[in-house]
């Protein structure tokens, strides 16, 4: 299949470097790139990255392309991407962090694309759609949103609770790493907390992916409370949840449920882990393994990590490629 990525920030650069390190049998050919900034700067954040190291390859721009490996992707430099000739594309990956709007959501399909895979969370979007939790509901769907990486840890997480036992309700607070949407310096935001220096304190935030469970998993609505609290790493969040369990299971049967669950999207481990030991790896959640915690009655802790960058570009390929 023929991808185009709008939008060379952070997943669009990680998911075109997964598809030439470990994703490079996907079947995925990126037929062109677009950003607004200017291509030898892009070249030189993809190949120096600060989180993943330097790209194990070559990369070079010019003439109208960056080349990696040897391979020469076109790249596109304009902010609507409505007018480049798009017809050879199966599918846009929508990177951009702007598609919050059908009119910019649709660009991709204006070019020709046959579909558009938006990068997170988007109302302009036809259906929102999370591998291991609600991957049926794409259907023949133009426009679909990946929801967020919060949100690709999660619902598969309680897709599986609530088919083995029944979810009565719960609590989840993701520790997440800084982001873009922080300043460095305490800089005037809407939000006070987050106008405060991201890399120098613990923030305490909101997070959308517990309205988006509303979306992907209808039938828990209202059952599944969150918050944020934003801490100074670079990579690698993780998922605290607490949760009621209708079944009353004891550790044994949700550590066997979990267990069974492991695969592409949902990993454990049984090693007393720290974030960066995460780091790069392609499951949506590891759950932790001696982090599990039972009380008699059904109510668990279960508290997994994530690398929302890299996970979450391995959901984009997937999805890529299932909606192809």
Same mark, same amino acid.
């Given at each position: 299949?023929? %991808? +185009?990525?709008? @939008?060379?920030?952070?997943?669009?650069?990680?998911?075109?470097?997964?598809?030439? /390190?470990?994703?490079?049998?996907?079947?995925?050919?990126?037929?062109?790139?677009?950003?607004? !900034?200017? =291509?030898?700067?892009?070249?030189?954040?993809?190949?120096?990255?600060?989180?993943?190291?330097?790209?194990?390859?070559?990369?070079?721009?010019?003439?109208?392309?960056?080349?990696?490996?040897?391979?020469?992707?076109?790249?596109?430099?304009?902010?609507?991407?409505?007018?480049f000739d798009f017809g050879d594309v199966d599918l846009v990956l929508e990177c951009t962090g702007k598609a919050n709007s059908r009119a910019v959501a649709e660009r991709g399909l204006r070019a020709g694309a046959r579909r558009v895979l938006i990068s997170g969370p988007s109302a302009a979007a036809d259906a929102t759609v999370v591998l291991g939790a609600n991957e049926g509901a794409a259907g023949d769907y133009p426009i679909v949103s990946n929801a967020s990486c919060t949100t690709n840890a999660l619902a598969p997480l309680l897709a599986v609770l609530d088919s083995a036992f029944g979810v009565d309700h719960g609590h989840?607070? /993701?520790?997440?790493?800084?982001?873009?949407?922080?300043?460095?310096?305490?800089?005037?935001? &809407?939000?006070?907390?987050?106008?405060?220096? @991201?890399?120098?304190?613990?923030?305490?935030?909101?997070?959308? !992916?517990?309205?988006?469970?509303?979306?992907?998993?209808?039938?828990?609505?209202?059952?599944?409370?969150?918050?944020?609290?934003?801490?100074?790493?670079?990579?690698?969040?993780?998922?605290?949840? %607490?949760?009621?369990?209708?079944?009353?299971?004891?550790? =044994? =049967?949700?550590?066997?449920?979990?267990?069974?669950?492991? &695969?592409?999207?949902?990993?454990?481990?049984?090693?007393?882990?720290?974030?960066?030991?995460?780091?790069?790896?392609?499951?949506?959640?590891?759950?932790? @393994?001696?982090?599990?915690?039972?009380?008699?009655?059904?109510? +668990?802790?279960?508290?997994?990590?994530?690398?929302?960058?890299? &996970?979450?570009?391995?959901?984009?390929?997937?999805?890529?490629?299932?909606? =192809?």
């Amino acid at each position: 299949m023929r %991808i +185009a990525i709008n @939008g060379f920030g952070r997943i669009g650069r990680t998911i075109v470097r997964a598809l030439f /390190t470990s994703r490079r049998d996907s079947g995925v050919t990126i037929a062109a790139i677009n950003d607004i !900034a200017a =291509a030898d700067l892009c070249a030189y954040l993809f190949e120096y990255d600060s989180v993943f190291g330097p790209f194990p390859g070559t990369v070079s721009v010019g003439d109208g392309a960056l080349t990696i490996n040897g391979t020469a992707i076109p790249f596109y430099h304009g902010d609507d991407i409505s007018t480049f000739d798009f017809g050879d594309v199966d599918l846009v990956l929508e990177c951009t962090g702007k598609a919050n709007s059908r009119a910019v959501a649709e660009r991709g399909l204006r070019a020709g694309a046959r579909r558009v895979l938006i990068s997170g969370p988007s109302a302009a979007a036809d259906a929102t759609v999370v591998l291991g939790a609600n991957e049926g509901a794409a259907g023949d769907y133009p426009i679909v949103s990946n929801a967020s990486c919060t949100t690709n840890a999660l619902a598969p997480l309680l897709a599986v609770l609530d088919s083995a036992f029944g979810v009565d309700h719960g609590h989840m607070t /993701t520790i997440h790493c800084y982001t873009s949407s922080q300043p460095m310096i305490d800089t005037p935001r &809407g939000d006070f907390a987050r106008s405060r220096a @991201g890399a120098l304190s613990m923030v305490p935030t909101t997070t959308s !992916a517990t309205a988006l469970i509303d979306t992907v998993l209808p039938h828990l609505t209202g059952r599944i409370t969150g918050a944020a609290v934003r801490v100074p790493t670079a990579s690698v969040s993780a998922v605290d949840l %607490i949760v009621q369990l209708h079944g009353k299971p004891d550790h =044994a =049967a949700i550590e066997a449920a979990l267990r069974g669950a492991v &695969g592409p999207v949902l990993g454990w481990t049984d090693r007393p882990l720290v974030s960066t030991d995460l780091r790069a790896r392609p499951e949506s959640l590891i759950i932790a @393994g001696p982090e599990l915690m039972v009380q008699p009655g059904g109510m +668990a802790r279960i508290f997994g990590w994530y690398d929302n960058e890299w &996970g979450f570009s391995n959901r984009m390929i997937d999805m890529a490629i299932r909606l =192809a």
